[in-house]
C-alpha cells in the first residue's frame, strides 16, 4: 500500500486507494500532479462571472469546486469525507456545517450597518471550511481556492499564495498553521494579516 510522508498540519493520506494515476509513489509526486488539476480549476472558476445577486455559495458548489480540484487524481474529489480525522468536524455534521457557513456567508453579505470588510468575510470563509474540513484531502487548498472565488466575485484582487512554501516545511507554512490556530479561538487578525500579506502590492490600497 502506498504511504504519503504529509507535512505538519496537513490530512495524512492513509488510504490511497482512491488515487487515479498509477506510479505515483511520493508526497512530492502527488503534489506535482494535484497542482496541474488545480490549476485548470483556478483558471475555470476565477474566469466565470456571477449573475449580479445570484445566490452563488451553495453547498453544491463547494462540492462542485472540489471535484474541479481534484477530479483527474482522486476517485473521491467532490465528496464529503465519511471517516474520523485528527481534524475537523464529525463526519456525520458536515453537511450541516456547510450550511450554517453558506447561511453565514449570506447574512454577512446583506449586512448594511458597520458590515465586515470583504477581505475579513473571504477570511473567515477560509477559516470555517478549513475547519470543517469536508472532504478526504486537499481541504486547504479547497478553502484557500473558495476565499479566492469570494474576494473575485466582489471585485477584489485575490492572493498569491505561495502554494509550495504553504505545503512544505518552513516558517511561511508555520506562520500559516499558527493563524488558523487563532482563528480557530476567534481571533481572525493574524489570518487577515497572512492574507493581506499575499496581496498583489500595488493593488493593497
Given at each position: ?7 505538519e ?22 503534489n ?5 488539476n ?29 471535484r ?9 474529489a467532490g465528496?464529503?469525507?465519511?471517516a ?20 453565514d ?9 458597520n ?11 477560509h ?19 473558495m ?59
Amino acid at each position: 500500500m502506498v504511504h504519503f510522508d504529509t507535512p505538519e498540519g496537513a490530512t495524512p493520506i492513509e488510504d490511497a486507494s482512491g488515487l487515479l494515476i498509477d506510479g505515483v509513489l511520493t508526497y512530492a509526486a502527488l503534489n506535482a500532479v494535484e497542482t496541474e488539476n488545480i490549476v485548470r480549476a483556478v483558471n475555470a472558476h476565477l474566469r466565470r462571472r456571477k449573475r449580479r445577486g445570484a445566490v452563488w455559495l451553495i453547498e453544491e458548489y463547494i462540492r462542485h469546486v472540489h471535484r474541479d480540484m481534484f477530479d483527474s487524481v482522486w476517485e473521491w474529489a467532490g465528496r464529503y469525507r465519511d471517516a474520523a480525522l485528527n481534524i475537523g468536524v464529525p463526519a456525520s455534521r458536515i453537511r450541516e456545517e456547510v450550511a450554517k457557513l453558506c447561511q453565514d456567508v449570506a447574512f454577512w453579505d446583506a449586512q448594511q450597518d458597520n458590515p465586515l470588510p470583504v477581505l475579513e468575510r473571504a477570511v473567515r470563509l477560509h477559516h470555517r471550511l478549513s475547519w470543517i474540513h469536508p472532504f478526504p484531502n486537499g481541504n486547504g487548498r479547497h478553502a484557500r481556492l473558495m476565499s479566492d472565488i469570494y474576494l473575485y466575485v466582489n471585485g477584489c484582487q485575490q492572493p498569491e499564495w505561495p502554494s509550495s512554501a504553504m505545503s512544505g516545511a518552513g516558517g511561511v507554512r508555520a506562520g500559516y498553521l499558527d493563524a488558523l490556530r487563532k482563528a480557530d479561538g476567534g481571533d481572525f487578525g493574524p489570518l487577515i494579516a497572512y492574507t493581506r500579506r499575499f496581496l498583489p502590492k500595488e493593488k493593497h490600497g
